[in-house]
């Protein structure tokens, strides 16, 4: 049986600096010369994109509650492929996930699946001997999870760091201190409306990467760190379900700095129901590659490009004569708003009859669930996948279209309908991982299949 050791980067809440912590512990790695596995827990997007920038192999996500224990498995045995190592970002506080009474979607469930161990990252801003406290109560809270040791970030001055060591040093049944890493306001990743930029607007520099190392390797013991790792079994899972190929299907999909937020599951379990996929770049406004017999539009900041996406007149002219002429395209959050009439007044595709309006405060943020309430590309009625929202964004759109999602989140089944269906065409405001439904990848190409078929019998 495959093994390999497995580290989880946790902290106890938001904002202690996990993002910047993984980036620099993966930089290290990589200078090392070993192959890192990167993966994030839950359902983000830009950090995965940060990852793979450094390791230059997908960063993959685990999640619990979009995914369940197999796909997450299936997931990690998949990312682990070739490498000598896995490194997992948390998500939120440790335990924080899906709901309060249990860990389903936090970082503390993949930990217990995987056998992960886990690296606690502490913010020791403005504590001292509280800070040991504060690790207790995390290390004893879930005897099931297993500790490779804590990192102090944030750390201002020696004497700091001397107090944070005693602290630690004199209570002997916690987990080890590995280091203490300098406060650094330069140090991290720029922000915006919706996070952190994308790796694809602000990738890590050959300079930047040697830094987050240096600043990593300066405060950390790294050698006590590998050491301590124990290797884990990779769970054997079932091989993915075989399905049967029919006529070739081309699917385009669009990617680039406006379009990128896609789960590398969703584009693999695509090909692996027989559809070629075909990449091309709406910010470079040239037509829609050739031949093709569906179109996905992935989720990403097109607001921040709507002037270059709304002077590509002839490729939104297209897309609404392709969506007229029965196409099939699948449109999630940044994709459904290139679909509509406008963002904020710049003209777009006017598939769907409404204007997506960019907002002060947050729209959405969250799991949601999907039960389609009639036939469509994604599968037939009673389908329920999942996925999550999180957008700053509005589009109020008339009665007159259709909605054929019935959306649900926990423990509040009154979300209002969405999924907009014009023709063949499905846009949501929600981010679908289709390891949630192993069936709807196929369910996709087929509609695709038939359509083209449909389409040279008429001619």
């Known amino acids: 049986m495959a093994e390999i050791p497995t580290l989880l980067v946790a902290a106890p809440s938001s904002g202690c600096g996990k993002t910047t912590v993984t980036l620099a512990l993966l930089a ?8 890192v596995a990167p993966f994030k827990v839950g359902p983000d997007y830009i950090d995965p994109g940060h990852h793979t920038s450094v390791c230059g192999r997908p960063s993959r996500n685990l999640d619990g509650w979009m995914c369940g224990r197999q796909q997450v498995e299936q997931i990690f045995r998949k990312g682990c492929e070739g490498a000598d190592i896995a490194v997992i970002e948390g998500v939120m506080g440790l335990f924080d996930g899906a709901c309060f009474d249990t860990d389903e979607g936090s970082s503390a469930e993949i930990a217990r699946w995987l056998g992960a161990q886990v690296l606690l990252v502490v913010d020791a801003r ?120 029919g006529a070739p299907v081309r699917i385009a999909v669009a990617r680039d700095s406006a379009f990128c937020f896609y789960y590398p599951e969703n584009l693999e379990s695509l090909e692996q129901a027989g559809a070629e996929l075909v ?26 490009h709507v002037e270059t996406l709304a002077a590509h007149s002839a490729l939104l002219g297209e897309l609404k004569a392709q969506a007229e002429a029965g196409l099939p395209i699948y449109a999630e959050c940044g994709g459904f708003m290139l679909l509509c009439e406008a963002i904020d007044g710049q003209r777009l595709a006017g598939v769907f009859p409404s204007e997506a309006r960019m907002l002060p405060k947050r729209r959405a943020l969250g799991y949601r669930q999907v039960e ?43 979300l209002p309908a969405e999924g907009y269906a014009v023709g063949n065409v499905l846009g ?32």
């Open 126 to 245: 403005s504590q001292a001997r509280s800070a040991a406290a504060l690790v207790s109560g995390f290390a004893g809270f879930d005897p099931q999870l297993h500790f490779a040791g804590v990192l102090f970030n944030r750390v201002g001055s020696h004497r700091h760091a001397e107090f944070l060591t005693g602290a630690m040093a004199s209570r002997s049944e916690l987990p080890k201190l590995l280091g203490c890493l300098w406060r650094d306001e330069e140090l991290g990743l720029p922000s915006r409306h919706l996070g952190l930029v994308t790796a694809q607007d602000h990738g890590l520099g050959a300079n930047e990467l040697t830094r987050l190392a240096d600043w990593l390797e300066a405060g950390v013991n790294l050698e006590a760190l590998l050491g301590g790792l124990r290797p884990v079994a990779i769970p054997e899972t079932p091989d993915p379900v075989k399905v049967p190929l």
């Open 372 to 414: 389609l309430m009639q036939d469509c590309l994604l599968g037939p009625a009673g389908t329920v996948l999942r996925g999550h929202e999180f957008h700053y964004s509005d589009a109020e759109m008339p009665a007159s279209v259709e909605r054929i999602y019935r959306l649900s989140r926990r423990g509040d089944a009154g």
């Open 279 to 304: 990449f091309f770049s709406p910010l470079e406004g040239k037509a829609l590659p050739e031949g093709i017999d569906g179109l996905y539009l992935g989720g990403g900041y097109p607001e921040l």
């Open 28 to 35: 290290a790695l990589k200078r090392r010369g070993l192959r």
């Open 428 to 459: 949501s405001y929600v981010h679908l991982h289709f390891g949630s439904h192993p069936q709807v990848a196929g369910n996709f190409v087929e509609f695709c299949r038939k359509h083209r078929l449909g389409t040279l019998l008429k001619s």
